[in-house]
């Protein structure tokens, strides 16, 4: 039975519970009653004449002490992140010449993945043939697609093969994820004949890594089981409702949109569950952000208080309770740090192991020896790819594989080498990868563990110790710095270039390759260059 709490007089401690019902009988008794004649009860509240029954039930209705319905001041994590989108000056030279790389080799990334057919499938229109005028072009392809559909297939490409750059906090990430929403409406714009150029696409793209960035230096989502493309939906919610004119208030409604929006869980990133999911996961966030700040721009209400919200806010509902926490106010700070993927496409906590193994590799081949003269090899990392990667038994698919730390060390031990094409269904064929998998074991080196937060470091070490069948113990490897990290940027900016230039040449003959280069490779030039000539540089007919 539906009941309603009473509440006594403050001096009162206990409560009487009554029956809902109970209020609607007595309205029913008192109608039934002339006017005038009413119940003791009734009489000792001053109530008379017709009015009465309405009376009595709004007196009953109102011991009930419900929600308030004042509309509370916004959130504050909301404001300050529409104050920094709107009103924060970027003057880092260093933020702008990371971003002209991160958006250099972004587009590499996505350009790569249209060679695999399980992510060109997913791509192009909901309804085959379509087209939209002023649209968005994705590139290496020749579709022309609303920006919120855009989005999603820019995004998509850019995350397939987990090869773009990677930030790594208490909680996990890629912030060049955005540019498949950045790019997508700043495409659209530009074709509608606003005056965008690149700079504005890299400016957004620092700020959608510090929003991103930011949110993950203390907060850790994946620990309520939370995947971390949420921040990428509201990171890009929040610097396209910019590009696309909503002023500070409307940015607050957005953003508030993208904590309220349903998240997704990490569940298709993890044994038994992995699978293709996570190469799109980001794709789907940059198309939701889109389609959310265009609904606010057409009016639609935010959430003021959509994260502290007794009960029914982020904070209750999927953080435990807990508020935010902020390490430092926003800035340039994340892009400036930000770890791009050079040498290998592989999860990121693994990509010092995987350097290593290829050092062991060489010196397998000058001691004469391969892998299958290996007995064991043990894998000192930090406690973050403890809880991601380590995992043992059948490796299903692409997706599984490019997340199992085994699996990145294994490949390379035995064949010199990892490259997209390794976590294929033919290459993870060869029966003496999983024998070799069977013989890798990892263990959690505190070290690595505590640097790996260090503001001043933010290590990803790892190191390999190979024994083999013989008895003998080789020196260990051990890697604390990928080379795509700040502290080896000058050696890495080299092959990020070389990276780039092998992910375009499947796509276009050589004098466009050199076309390319020439314009983004001359920084001051290329931050001029209106966004919609950029897209078009990647078009294909």
């Known amino acids: 039975m539906l009941s309603r709490v009473v509440r006594s007089s403050p001096s009162v401690a206990a409560r009487r519970v009554q029956p809902a019902s109970t209020a609607f009988s007595t309205l029913r008794t008192l109608s039934a009653r002339p006017a005038g004649r ?5 009489n000792r509240l001053s109530i008379s004449g017709a ?21 509370p001041e916004a959130d504050k994590v909301l404001q300050d992140i529409a104050d920094y989108v709107h009103d924060y000056k970027i003057d880092s030279p260093l933020a702008f010449e990371t971003a002209r790389l991160c958006l250099i080799d972004t587009i590499g990334c996505g350009l790569e ?3 695999f057919p399980e992510c ?11 087209t939209v005028p002023n649209g968005t072009r994705v590139p290496g392809t020749n579709y022309v697609l609303d920006p919120i559909r855009g989005a999603f297939n820019i995004g998509t490409i850019i995350r397939w093969l987990d090869f773009n750059d990677c930030w790594l906090a208490a909680e996990w990430g890629h912030p060049s994820d955005n540019l498949g929403a950045i790019l997508a409406v700043a495409d659209h714009l530009a074709r509608q004949g606003q005056p965008l150029k690149v700079h504005d696409i890299l400016e957004a793209m620092i700020k959608a890594h ?3 960035g930011g949110l993950a230096l203390l907060n850790s989502y994946n620990r309520v089981g939370l995947d971390h493309v949420v921040l990428v939906k509201v990171a890009s919610t929040a610097v396209v409702s910019k590009l696309l004119g909503l002023n500070r208030e409307q940015t607050v409604d957005a953003v508030s949109q993208a904590w309220v929006d349903g998240q997704s869980l990490r569940t298709y990133r993890h044994a038994p569950n992995t699978g293709p999911r996570k190469s799109w996961a980001a794709g789907d966030a940059c198309s939701r952000a889109v389609n959310l700040a265009l609904l606010v721009k057409k009016g639609e209400k935010g959430l003021p208080s959509v994260l502290t919200a007794k009960t029914w806010g982020f904070y209750d509902v999927l953080f435990k309770g807990k508020p935010f926490e902020f390490q430092r106010p926003y800035g340039s700070y994340i892009m400036e740090n930000v770890l791009f993927k050079i040498s290998f496409p592989a999860e990121f906590h693994a990509q010092t192991a995987v350097e290593a193994a290829h050092i062991v590799h060489n010196k397998l081949k000058e001691l004469g020896k391969t892998a299958e003269d290996i ?14 990667i380590d995992k043992q038994g059948p490796l299903d698919n692409f997706a599984d594989r490019d997340h199992a730390i085994n699996y990145m060390v294994a490949y390379p031990l035995i064949f010199g080498e990892l490259t997209s094409e390794s976590y294929t269904d033919a290459a993870a064929a060869d029966p003496r990868i999983d024998a070799l998998r069977a013989k890798i074991y990892c263990v959690e080196e505190n070290k690595f563990s505590v640097e790996y937060h260090d503001p001043e470091r933010r290590s990803i070490g790892n190191a390999l110790l190979v024994e083999l069948n013989d008895g003998t113990v080789l020196d260990e490897v051990e890697i604390e710095y990928p080379v795509g990290h700040k502290r080896r940027r000058a050696e890495g900016t080299p092959l990020l270039m070389a990276k780039f230039q092998n992910h375009i040449a499947p796509h276009f003959d050589a004098a466009h390759q050199k076309k390319i280069l020439a314009i983004v490779t001359n920084a001051e030039e290329f931050s001029k260059l209106p966004v919609d000539k950029f897209s078009d540089l990647f078009v294909k007919a």
């Open 38 to 42: 009413l119940p003791v009860s009734a």
């Open 210 to 212: 510090e929003i991103q």
């Open 113 to 115: 993945a249209l060679r």
């Open 51 to 71: 009015s009465a029954p309405h009376t009595i039930f709004a007196r009953a209705m109102s011991a009930h002490h419900g929600e308030s319905t004042v509309r």
């Open 375 to 388: 007995k064991s090899v043990r894998i000192r990392t930090q406690e973050a790819a403890m809880r991601i």
């Open 120 to 130: 060109t499938k997913l791509l192009g229109p909901v309804v085959e043939g379509t």
